[in-house]
């Protein structure tokens, strides 16, 4: 009787566990097609006007896209945790001091974590706050660092995850558009 009541407990967890993992696995692909499916409705397309923006700088400042119309621009989704994305601000300088109309959104980190990163890493362009990530969901931002080349239209000519080694490749097409 007592090998009967081991193995009807071990099967009984067994079930168990194996429901607990089946119920798991639903969820999270549950989870990932609402974030798929938000993440891909309404991204700005190349061609498409790219969303309109309000955010504040480091100084409370409110910055609009809209105030680039006009100039095309390079728009800068990073976050200080990241890697790559520090390795690139040196040539993001270097690119803002010789006329490039840049913006850094900084994803979902608090203001004065944003400023210490800043002052470390000194940034030379305008560093704006998505604390709350809204305007990275609103540009379908998955990967950081994640360039946008916006045109002096407002429309977005190309976007998507950049490292050190593809700079030179949105150099060139931030030529393209400015000639």
């Known amino acids: 009787m007592r090998s009967l009541r081991y193995t009807f407990t071990v099967l009984t967890s067994v079930a168990v566990g194996a ?4 119920s798991a696995i639903g969820l999270m692909m549950l989870i990932a097609t609402t974030v798929r499916s938000a993440s891909t409705n309404g991204i700005p397309e190349a ?25 095309p621009a390079l728009i800068v989704f990073w976050a200080d945790w990241c890697p790559d994305c ?4 040196p040539e993001f300088n270097r690119m803002y001091l010789q006329g490039v109309p840049i913006v850094g959104i900084n994803l ?5 974590r944003v ?11 305008p560093v704006l706050l998505d ?11 998955e990967a950081i660092p994640n360039v946008f080349v916006i045109d002096s239209d407002g429309r977005v000519v190309h976007h998507g995850f950049t490292s050190p080694e593809t ?13």
Do not use: C, W
């Open 108 to 112: 979902m980190e608090d203001h004065d």
């Open 167 to 179: 700079i030179p490749q949105v150099q060139n097409l931030f030529r393209s558009i400015t000639r």
């Open 86 to 89: 520090k390795r690139m601000i």
């Open 115 to 125: 400023a210490a990163a800043v002052e470390r890493e000194p940034i030379r362009y």
């Open 19 to 22: 429901g607990a993992l089946l």
């Open 131 to 141: 604390t709350d990530g809204e305007i990275g969901r609103i540009y379908g931002v």
């Open 47 to 71: 061609g498409k006007a790219a969303p309109e923006f309000a955010l504040s700088d480091l100084n409370s400042r409110t910055f609009r896209l809209s105030q680039l119309h006009g100039k």
